[in-house]
């Protein structure tokens, strides 16, 4: 009787761990579905203001964001070269 009894538990166990990672894996696709619609939407607003553009003013902008992210990545790497300089 009482073997019996912790194989209930056991499976009752099993059971509530089976529910829980369905709840958290319910959330997760909730936020998922939800990021998606974001940089759907984000997208979408960027391919209209740009259809507004001229070619010149879009080759600026494409131009810009290179500089931009040339710097960023310099930046990083100066960061990581005083973290090594420091150990």
Known sequence: ????????DRGQ???????EQRRALANEKR??????KNESRKRARLVQKSSKL??????QSLY???S???DRER???ERAAEREAGR
């Open 1 to 8: 009787m009482v073997a019996q009894a912790r194989g209930m």
């Open 64 to 66: 810009i964001r290179q």
């Open 68 to 70: 931009r992210a040339a």
């Open 75 to 77: 930046r990083a790497e």
């Open 13 to 19: 166990t099993e059971i509530s761990r089976l529910q």
């Open 31 to 36: 936020a998922l579905t939800r990021q998606l």
């Open 54 to 59: 001229s070619v010149p003013d879009l080759v």
